[in-house]
């Protein structure tokens, strides 16, 4: 049995590019944002979909929403498809972490990197292929909203691309990443896809 996972970076907000954001509550979609999402309904609701994931945070769960609502399809909160725990980073500017001992090996050795909160990059990537496995059960064609890093990081896993070289991987915010999982084999049909193509990965469209 084949499935097909759809991973989608949530829509632009206010902290994306000067602060992490990390698990805070009430970061929301901006304006940039919202139109994102209302893209990705378009561009994804023509996908013979069977189910809707997203992390717990309003940014992730936001972006999902008007394809749930397109597809009239429930949104499963998923806690595995989370940002990374980022502790007592979380919220502080980019500026100020570039001054933080921690910060430089964090960015240039993930394979052994931890944040404050002792959440290593292969906790990220063991947690995401545990609900990608659960999910594979019982669905074909599931879409993921979910952060940047952790969708670089399970792209990188597939592609086997050491965790230490991941940051070579671009995942823009709204964009699209697409794995196809057997039972004996992966293949990784597309990464940081625009929905603004005219036509994304055409042989998956519904044929009414």
């Given at each position: 049995?084949?499935?097909?996972?759809?991973?989608?970076?949530?829509?632009?907000?206010?902290?994306?590019?000067?602060?992490?954001?990390?698990?805070?509550?009430?970061?929301?979609?901006n304006?940039?944002?919202?139109?994102?999402?209302?893209?990705i309904?378009?561009?994804?609701?023509?996908f013979p979909?069977?189910?809707?994931?997203?992390?717990?945070l309003?940014?992730?769960?936001?972006?999902?929403?008007?394809?749930?609502?397109?597809?009239?399809l429930p949104?499963?909160?998923?806690?595995?498809?989370?940002e990374?725990?980022f502790?007592?980073?979380?919220?502080v500017?980019f500026?100020d972490?570039?001054?933080?001992?921690?910060?430089?090996?964090?960015?240039?050795?993930r394979s052994?990197?931890?944040?404050?909160?002792?959440?290593m990059?292969?906790?990220?990537?063991?947690r995401?292929?545990?609900?990608?496995?659960q999910?594979?059960?019982?669905?074909?064609?599931?879409?993921?909203?979910?952060?940047g890093?952790?969708?670089?990081?399970?792209?990188?896993?597939?592609?086997?691309?050491p965790?230490?070289?991941?940051?070579?991987i671009?995942?823009?915010?709204g964009?699209?990443?697409?794995?196809e999982?057997?039972?004996?084999?992966?293949?990784?049909?597309?990464?940081?896809?625009?929905?603004?193509?005219?036509?994304i990965?055409?042989e998956?469209?519904?044929?009414?």
């Amino acid at each position: 049995m084949t499935t097909i996972f759809v991973f989608v970076r949530h829509g632009e907000n206010d902290l994306i590019s000067s602060r992490i954001a990390g698990r805070q509550n009430g970061v929301h979609l901006n304006e940039e944002g919202r139109k994102q999402a209302q893209k990705i309904a378009d561009a994804l609701s023509r996908f013979p979909i069977d189910a809707i994931c997203s992390g717990p945070l309003e940014r992730a769960c936001e972006t999902a929403a008007p394809l749930c609502q397109r597809l009239e399809l429930p949104l499963q909160v998923a806690e595995e498809f989370n940002e990374i725990d980022f502790g007592r980073w979380t919220n502080v500017s980019f500026v100020d972490l570039a001054k933080t001992p921690e910060w430089q090996p964090w960015n240039s050795f993930r394979s052994f990197g931890v944040t404050p909160n002792d959440e290593m990059m292969i906790d990220v990537q063991a947690r995401v292929l545990r609900k990608m496995r659960q999910l594979r059960v019982s669905h074909r064609l599931v879409v993921v909203f979910s952060h940047g890093d952790v969708i670089r990081a399970i792209v990188a896993y597939f592609l086997g691309t050491p965790l230490d070289l991941f940051l070579r991987i671009m995942i823009n915010s709204g964009s699209i990443s697409l794995i196809e999982t057997g039972d004996d084999f992966a293949r990784v049909r597309l990464v940081n896809g625009s929905v603004d193509a005219e036509d994304i990965l055409p042989e998956l469209a519904r044929r009414d």
